[in-house]
C-alpha cells in the first residue's frame, strides 16, 4: 500500500471515527481538523496515513493525526492523538528523527501547560463530566493551544525547550 492508498484509508477510517464519537469530542476533532492542520501545513507538513519511515505496514490509528516533514536526512514528525476513551481531550508531541536506520531520535517533546510537565492532555478535565464540556469549552481549549503551537516549530527547529514545550533531555541517546 503506498501512501496515496494509506492516507484514502486514514480518511475514511478518520471520519467514521468521528461519527461514532461522542459529539463534545467530535466537535473538538472538528476544531483540530480545520485549526491546527492547516497551520502545520502552511508551515511545511505534511498529513500521512502510514508510518513516517515508509513502512506502510504501520497505519495511522484513526483517532490521532500525523504530519510530518523531511530535512535532508532527518524527519520531523507532530502526533495529535485523542483520547482512547473517546473524552474530549488530546495530547501533542513532536519529534525529530534520522531517516537512516537506526532511526537515531534527535530531540522529542510534548505541548503542555507548564514547563514541568512532560506530557499533557488538552481539552476536558479528568475529574469534569462529559455533560458539562461545553462546545464553547473547546473553542476556548482551541485557541490557547493556536497561541503556542509556533513554540513547537522552534522547538523542531532548534531544539531549544520554551516553557510550553515538555522534554526530559533535549537530546535522547
Known amino acids: 500500500m503506498d501512501q496515496v492508498k494509506a492516507m484514502n484509508s486514514y480518511k475514511k477510517r478518520h471520519r467514521r471515527w468521528q461519527d461514532r464519537i461522542p459529539a463534545q469530542t467530535r466537535y473538538l476533532s472538528q476544531l483540530v481538523d480545520t485549526k491546527l492542520i492547516p497551520y502545520f501545513e502552511q508551515n511545511g507538513f ?3 496515513g502510514a ?5 506502510t505496514e504501520y497505519l495511522i490509528e484513526a483517532k490521532d493525526v500525523l504530519l510530518q516533514k523531511k530535512i535532508n536526512s532527518q524527519i ?27 532511526y537515531k531520535s534527535i530531540s522529542h517533546g510534548a505541548l503542555v501547560r507548564k514547563k514541568n510537565q512532560y506530557v499533557c492532555f488538552w481539552g476536558k478535565p479528568w475529574w469534569l463530566p462529559r455533560v458539562f464540556w461545553l462546545k464553547m469549552m473547546s473553542d476556548k481549549t482551541i485557541k490557547k493551544v493556536f497561541l ?11 531544539g531549544v525547550v520554551s516553557f510550553n514545550i515538555g522534554d526530559r533531555k533535549n537530546v535522547i541517546d
Request: hydrophobic content about 35%.
Open 46 to 48: 505534511k498529513q500521512v
Open 148 to 158: 503556542i503551537v509556533p513554540q513547537i516549530l522552534k522547538f523542531l527547529d532548534s
Open 76 to 102: 520531523e514528525e507532530i502526533e495529535i492523538s485523542f483520547d482512547k476513551y473517546d473524552k474530549p481531550c488530546f495530547q501533542i508531541t513532536m519529534h525529530r528523527n534520522d531517516l537512516i536506520p537506526p
Open 51 to 55: 508510518s513516517a519511515y515508509g513502512d
